[in-house]
């Protein structure tokens, strides 16, 4: 195919060149209060929900960066943003080499859109009930003009449903006749539909069962190693984020807390939320076992606690951690980042983690 | 390793407490009973059946978990038990019972009262069961003042309690806003809150957690291991967590292709796996720290329902397929403390079924 040969020429003068997504001081910031009227009687100020607050990480071409992190902390809003779907309140991202933010007409973003695509959290929002599925997988081909030949089009539009596991003849079905993975299969395939560089993949196999998940993870690989494509993934299965991601970066209420290799992290957390978060991982092996939840209320992105957002769960907070923010510090661990006074005071000893983390 | 070469240790006792021997001796009929469920699809291209002679009960006090292959009917097997399937879909046969009393050919305002009343539903899509035009509140409050007799300020108060319940940080603000303004994960747990909001005898809960961070999932499981014990509530939880299934049922059923191919105790299930097709699924679990090139994968996909093939639904992609898989359908046979539909473990089929019990696999 002409398209896809054309595109990996792109990227491998690109290659090199250093990463392909770039994110900068990333911040969103949603106004949810209430309407003027009741804040008056109320007297109540604005109500902001902080859902990203400052990341900044970088993918380099052909890997997989994924973000893990509590419900709520800011996961979709940055997967949202980089694709450029929400504009942000601060910071930037930069698309191989382009600054989205100056993408702003529809020529100038067309082409990075097709570059660039995302597959939901939600599968069944995103697939237009009213539409075949062949319509909706092909929509993206039409849309870019990849393919003027409808012939065609229905065959690549097979191709990427059995590439899926579905049959090319699903195609002429809605999507109500799906069950919920089939539904999420549908939107991979649609994503996959226009050739693009880089996937977003918001939960892309929390709804399929976990031989199903190996064969899209399976493909998603293949297709990594083939074409070269970037991902930036989410999930909250552990074990999926151990096994595809090059890089991890943990999130802890709007904040990225730990970023850096995959192995790394996994093998030697740092921050005392991701030392925590890996704890509290569900094991067949410990069938019986009760997990020990992440202890501690969790705290709100409406009132963000001040200093370090972990401080009122985190079993090493001090007064440092109360009143300021931890900047990013290299991690002792290897070559990632931390945020966290403790780490970088050098105050979490084996024998202090030991004894406040492991306590039975 | 795998997983089922690993010792699990027995469940806590107060989930053994609940399980079947001691209810059944007592001689009380099962909570729920689905005896030879039939849900069939009239289509132009004929009638497709989703849901094929599926009988399971569940106990009070017991979790029942249901894993299997995407489209493999588990969400239409939660759904005919309460009498929500989406027309044309139909139950076309067979008997639900709740609590002795036959519930599948009710009249609609009967069965939409027992299903307010004492049967809560999480739904596998969270965004269809709340409206986006209401506030969370409204549709807590609403639902509660429905089946109870609490005032409006009552049922504001154990709304926001209920937020708290499943995890929603500072819920008193959260509740006056839309589902949009939640997280994926913030939504799914709202629909928990709705399910368990009249503390109902039966819950169907359809992938309650798959959107939850693993702390928040903890939380949602004790939830419902509360419901269990304080309020005898018998759950039947739909997911493909597998490590949520370890830690909550009591027994597991596997489904494929519209059918029931094992039932039994959670442990035997994960540990000890029969059915070639479980065996694979447990093998495609990924895991920390196993570092694999790729996952393992059960090669090929599950028959589309117009094409099941005749005999064993897994024939085509099972490693220890034989001829009479090819022709004759396997019925649940009983082996040890599990229940299995595979030919394997047929009596009759002397040297193959040691074979399959011996467990070459893995
Ligand atoms: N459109 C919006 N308006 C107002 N608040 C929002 C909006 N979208 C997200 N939020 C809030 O921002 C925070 C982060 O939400 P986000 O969806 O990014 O979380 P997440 O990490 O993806 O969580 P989950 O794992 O549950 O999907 C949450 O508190 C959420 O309520
Ligand atoms: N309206 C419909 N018309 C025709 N077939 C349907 C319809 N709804 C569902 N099906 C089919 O019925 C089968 C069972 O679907 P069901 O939703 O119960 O699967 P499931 O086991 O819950 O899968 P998942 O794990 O992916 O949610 C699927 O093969 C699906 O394609
Ligand atoms: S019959 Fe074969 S295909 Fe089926 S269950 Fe048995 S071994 Fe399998
Ligand atoms: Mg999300
Ligand atoms: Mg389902």
Redesign the pocket.
Known sequence: MAEVAEAIAARETAAGSGPLVRVKGLAKHFDVSPPLLTRVLRKEGRTLVRAVDGVSFDIPTGRTFSLVGESGCGKSTVARLVVGLYSPTQGEVVFDGQRLADLTSRRQMAPVRRRLQMIFQDPFASLNPRWRVADIVAEPIRAHGLLDDNRAVLRRVGELLEQVRLSARDGEKFP???????RQRISIARALASNPEFLVCDEPTS?L?VSVQAQILNLMRDLQRELGLTYLFISHDLAVVYHISDYVGVMYLGRLVEWGEARDIFRKPQHPYTRMLLDAIPDLEMSGRQRIPVAGEVPSPIHPPSGCHFHPRCPFANERCRSEEPAPTPSPAGGGQVRCHAVEEGRLTEEVVQSELRRD | MSPSDTPIQDRAPAAQAAGQAERSAAGKPALLEVEKMRVE?P?RRGT?V?VDDVSFHINEGEVLGVV?E????????GSAIIGLL?PP?RIAGGEVRLGGRRIDNLPYEQIRRIRGREIGMVF?DPLTSLNPLYTVGHQLIETIQTHTDLSESQARKRAIELLAEVGIPAPDRRIDQYPHQFSGGMRQRVVIALALCVNPRLVIADEPTTALDVSIQAQIIKLLHKLCREHGAAVML?T?DMGVIAETADRVAV?YSGRIVEVGPVREVIRNAKHPYTHGLMGSIPMVGHDLDRLTQIEGSMPR?TEIPPGCPFNPRCPKVFERCRHERPELIPVEETQVACWLYDENEGATANGGRSGSHG
């Open positions: 109500h006749e799906f069950s919920g993975g089939q709804a069962d | 699809f289509t497709l989703a299997g995407s489209g493999a009917g588990k969400s239409m097997t989406e879909g596998q739909i493909h489904m329902l």
